[in-house]
């Protein structure tokens, strides 16, 4: 049989019927299982935290290559079907968990020498993206060495924005990493069909923090005021954030080498980061 028809085997034999609302699509390319394995680059030595395994086709390839693999399902059928599947193939360097990744504690579940090695590879709801993202790259103390994401194509899109086409979600983002899109993954590769094309991103962390924990906090103040209302000048926007005048904000602006009239998308990390020099003597 192939991919789908083993989907359609495995949901009749397990009375599953796929639920929009938990992002229930399943992969049924056999390939791309395959490119999402290499984006990760795994080695026999990593540790991999699993979201959202489905039934478990890239579970089995992960395993094949990586020591460990924690596959983490909030649904009880699926959770079910991916440790009898597990067990059918006789794999054994699996764990299953059987709950909500956001709450997970990799420091729970890794020993201390493996903490800052493990790779994520997930395929996310549209719903909890934004949440993910902040607990596995701002909040989390063990953070991971990359990331890999299935995400619908328009939200890897912001992810990875130019200045022009900046997001708060897109700031958000590559102030802690480096997102790329490996590849462009069409609709009628899952079942059921979803309406959306999907991308698969590799997340790679930057080196160290650009700032420290105190000073990120107040950084972040600064581009969610940016980002207020998306259509006004960002002179506007941090005015009415910081309480300011509109003469004081657009000083700050131009000091820090921009036009008086530029918009929060236009700006990039590094110049978000300049503009936060000057503004960060406002921050109250």
């Known amino acids: 049989m192939n991919l789908l028809e083993q989907t359609k085997e ?17 992969l049924i390319r056999e390939e791309i299982y395959d490119d999402i394995a290499a984006a990760a680059d795994l080695r026999p030595g990593d540790v991999v935290l699993e979201v959202g395994p489905g039934l478990g086709f890239l579970t089995a390839k992960l395993a094949e290559k990586a020591g460990r693999v924690i596959a983490v399902e909030l649904d009880d059928k699926l959770a079910e ?5 597990l067990m059918a193939r006789g794999i054994k360097n699996v764990e299953v968990l059987n709950q909500n990744v956001l709450d997970v504690s990799m420091q729970s579940l890794l020993p201390s020498h493996q903490r800052a090695g493990y790779k994520i590879i997930a395929n996310l709801p549209y719903n909890i993206t934004s949440v993910f993202l902040r607990k596995f790259l701002s909040e989390t103390e063990n953070k991971p060495e990359l990331t890999v994401l299935m995400l619908q194509k328009e939200v890897a899109e912001r992810i990875i924005a130019k200045p022009g086409k900046m997001s708060l979600l897109a700031v958000s983002v590559q102030f802690y990493a480096r ?5 462009m993954v069409e609709r009628e590769n899952f079942w059921p069909r979803p309406e959306v094309d999907s991308a ?7 080196p160290g923090p650009l700032l420290n924990k105190e000073r990120e906090k107040e950084f972040f103040r600064l ?3 940016g980002f207020i209302a998306k259509r006004k ?24 080498g921009f036009n008086s009239k530029i918009r929060a998308q236009e700006l990039s990390i590094d110049d978000w980061l300049r503009l936060f020099s000057l503004f960060n003597k406002t921050v109250v």
């Open 10 to 26: 495995l949901c009749r034999l397990y009375d599953i019927k796929p639920a929009r609302s938990k992002g229930q699509n399943f």
């Open 81 to 85: 079907v991916l440790r009898t599947g």
């Open 179 to 183: 997102p790329e899109i490996a590849r």
């Open 200 to 206: 698969i991103v590799r997340i790679t962390p930057r």
């Open 223 to 225: 581009v969610k005021f």
């Open 233 to 256: 000048m960002l002179k506007n926007n941090l005015a009415a954030g910081f309480k300011i005048n509109q003469e004081e904000a657009e000083n700050k602006i131009t000091k820090a």
